[in-house]
């Protein structure tokens, strides 16, 4: 069974520095598109990166030069560094897997995601 657990979330000031991490118990780590979403209370659940295993990224407009995903195959782990936080950026952070390649699919569509994490809560003060 399939299982994914956030960790490294908290509360920082505007303009500090996070880094989340999603431990993954799963079979055959390098054939699953692997993405962070994040939703913030009466807001839909928002993608905000997603890797591939080849490397391929993609980035929600918002985070652009400031977070990066990536991945540690030999540890099955999903990384998302956050720099230049902004409250903006205050959401539970949700780390998603399918088991297939990023390319047959939107990677920001939440109904395509076979696995979630728990989520680690982020709040960024002003």
């Known amino acids: 069974q399939v299982q994914l657990v956030e960790s490294g979330g908290g509360s920082v000031q505007s303009g500090g520095s996070l880094r989340l991490s999603c431990a993954a118990t799963?079979?055959?780590?390098?054939?699953?598109?692997m993405a962070w979403f994040r939703q913030a209370p009466g807001k839909e659940r928002e993608g905000v990166a997603a890797?591939?295993?080849?490397?391929?990224?993609r980035y929600t407009d918002s985070v652009k030069g400031r977070f990066t995903i990536s991945q540690d195959i030999a540890k099955s782990t999903l990384y998302l560094q956050m720099n230049s936080l902004k409250p903006e950026d205050t959401a539970m952070y949700y780390c998603?897997?399918?088991?297939?390649?990023?390319?047959?699919?939107?990677?920001?569509?939440?109904?395509?995601?076979?696995?979630w994490g728990q989520g680690t809560q982020v709040t960024v003060s002003s």
């Open positions: 890797i591939d295993t080849r490397g391929p990224t």
């Open positions: 998603a897997f399918r088991d297939l390649s990023c390319i047959y699919y939107n990677e920001f569509d939440v109904k395509k995601y076979n696995y």
């Open positions: 799963i079979d055959g780590f390098s054939r699953y598109c």
